[in-house]
T-cell receptor, first 113, second 115 residues
Framework: DQQVKQNSPSLSVQEGRISILNCDYTNSMFDYFLWYKKYPAEGPTFLISISSIKDKNEDGRFTVFLNKSAKHLSLHIVPSQPGDSAVYFCAASKNNAGNMLTFGGGTRLMVKP | DTGVSQDPRHKITKRGQNVTFRCDPISEHNRLYWYRQTLGQGPEFLTYFQNEAQLEKSRLLSDRFSAERPKGSFSTLEIQRTEQGDSAMYLC?????????????FGSGTQLSVL
């Protein structure tokens, strides 16, 4: 069973506009959520995280929103830049820490100049 | 560079052969993880170590797979009698237990192709 799902395999946006990537989870034991970014031929790199005690976390152009009742989180990138083009993975853990992660299948973001 | 290092980057082998991968974590990190990623999927957890102790193993890790971290530093992942279904990217990650906002730092992975 897929406990973390990213239903959009790809997303294309224009440079300067907002990118919104979505993620749904099914396991109510998850209490820490992260987004990782992956470029080709590289490992995933940490982007931003949020604890279940919060509903929003912001870091520069990146904001993650958490809706616990809907078991849904989203990543907003504003403004989007061509260098943001990558695969974005949503991940979750049960122990309020960024390890022992369960990943979603990823969303490929393409930012067009 | 003090990031997570994996060797080799690519491995092509014939079905039935044994392969071994190595991971060198960030030097001060005491936790080390192995994940596997197949095409179009996210990474799947395989196992993790805290220092030299293997604390968790996924049911994905069949008895053909074995991982070690003998001195609490580098780790090896061995696959015996490889099968075509073992073809995947094998990712290693490390973290610092108890560090602020503990999070994983990944290596670039070893791409395994079983012919």
């Amino acid at each position: 069973d897929q406990q973390v799902k990213q239903n959009s395999p790809s997303l294309s946006v224009q440079e300067g506009r907002i990118s919104i990537l979505n993620c749904d989870y099914t396991n109510s034991m998850f209490d820490y959520f992260l987004w990782y970014k992956k470029y080709p031929a590289e490992g995933p790199t940490f982007l931003i995280s949020i604890s279940s005690i919060k509903d929003k976390n912001e870091d520069g152009r990146f904001t993650v929103f958490l809706n616990k009742s809907a078991k849904h989180l989203s990543l907003h990138i504003v403004p989007s830049q061509p260098g943001d083009s990558a695969v974005y993975f949503c991940a979750a853990s049960k122990n309020n820490a960024g390890n022992m992660l369960t990943f979603g299948g990823g969303t490929r973001l393409m930012v067009k100049p | 560079d003090t990031g997570v290092s994996q060797d080799p980057r690519h491995k092509i082998t014939k079905r039935g052969q044994n392969v071994t991968f190595r991971c060198d974590p960030i030097s001060e990190h005491n936790r080390l993880y192995w994940y596997r990623q197949t095409l179009g999927q996210g990474p799947e957890f395989l196992t993790y170590f805290q220092n030299e102790a293997q604390l968790e193993k996924s049911r994905l890790l069949s008895d053909r797979f074995s991982a070690e971290r003998p001195k609490g530093s580098f780790s090896t992942l061995e696959i015996q009698r490889t099968e075509q279904g073992d073809s995947a990217m094998y990712l290693c990650a490390s973290s610092l237990l108890g560090g602020p906002n503990e999070k994983l730092f990944f290596g670039s992975g070893t791409q395994l192709s079983v012919l």
